[in-house]
């Protein structure tokens, strides 16, 4: 089934993400992704595979990872609800860097995936609330 750029643009992608999601398409179509193969690939090693993809960056493949896979360790700390909620559950005066971040939950392994769904639910009650 082939849609047209201008629905996908209709259904809300941005011009940038149809020609992404394009990409991804052609590369699993023409096997030079192997989209199953991921599961048999620890979780550097399946960020490196997707972040090959042009416009695949590493918290793409990391919310992949959580997401699609069911992986139990991933943290996405470039993710920007994530490192607010950190810096707020932890009294930061600021936001942590995503490096920072990550040495912060170094010791929720192997469940940081877990921890990130429950910042993700911190930053949401704390955020909603004050408004």
């Known amino acids: 089934m082939v849609v047209a750029d201008q629905e996908l643009r209709d259904a809300g992608l941005s011009w940038r993400k149809i020609e992404y999601a394009k990409g991804l ?12 193969k991921l599961n048999g690939l620890n979780n550097e090693e399946a960020i490196k595979a997707i972040t090959k993809l042009k416009g695949f960056g590493r918290w793409s493949a990391e919310i992949y990872l959580m997401f699609s896979l069911g992986r139990l360790d991933v943290f996405p700390a470039d993710d920007l609800g994530l490192l607010v909620a950190l810096g707020q559950l932890k009294g930061l005066p600021e936001r942590p860097t995503a490096k920072q971040a990550r040495e912060m939950v170094s010791h929720w392994t192997p469940w940081r995936s877990i921890g990130s ?4 639910q911190y930053y949401h009650q704390r955020n909603s609330v004050q408004k």
């Open 25 to 36: 398409a052609e590369a699993v179509v023409n096997g030079s992704f192997d989209i199953d």
């Open 117 to 120: 769904l429950f910042l993700w």
